[in-house]
């Protein structure tokens, strides 16, 4: 399996940006879809997660900005990011879990200026 996220850039704080993570390969018996980020002297941390039974969870710093989805048939992860702060400025990472293992897209810089 592999993973291409795209969309990250450059916003201004109160703008709005829609990240996406494509799957390639082989995806069967997935237990969670998710993204991650990891800021400037941080450790990485769970953003947003769809469960295999379709439950959605996020961060308390995201809640109610950000918002994620999967469109099965394109075998594609999305989070549309509202509201930007400056704090959510970072490196963000898809994630899937399967029955064969953990999986990670390569990255995709997301930088807000305020």
């Known amino acids: 399996v592999q993973l291409q996220a795209s969309g990250g850039g450059l916003v201004q704080a109160g703008g709005s940006l829609r990240l996406s993570c494509a799957a390639s390969?082989?995806?069967?018996?997935?237990?969670?879809v998710g993204w991650y980020r990891q800021a400037p002297g941080k450790e990485r941390e769970v953003v947003a997660r769809?469960?295999?039974?379709?439950?959605?969870n996020y961060s308390d710093a995201v809640k109610g900005r950000f918002s994620i989805s999967r469109d099965i048939r394109k075998n594609t992860l999305y989070l549309q990011m509202n509201s930007l702060k400056s704090e959510d400025t970072a490196i963000y990472y898809c994630?899937?879990?399967?029955?064969?293992?953990?999986?990670w897209g390569q990255g995709t810089l997301v930088t807000v200026s305020s």
């Open positions: 994630n899937l879990v399967q029955r064969t293992g953990e999986y």
């Open positions: 390969g082989t995806t069967f018996g997935i237990n969670a």
């Open positions: 769809i469960s295999s039974d379709r439950t959605t």
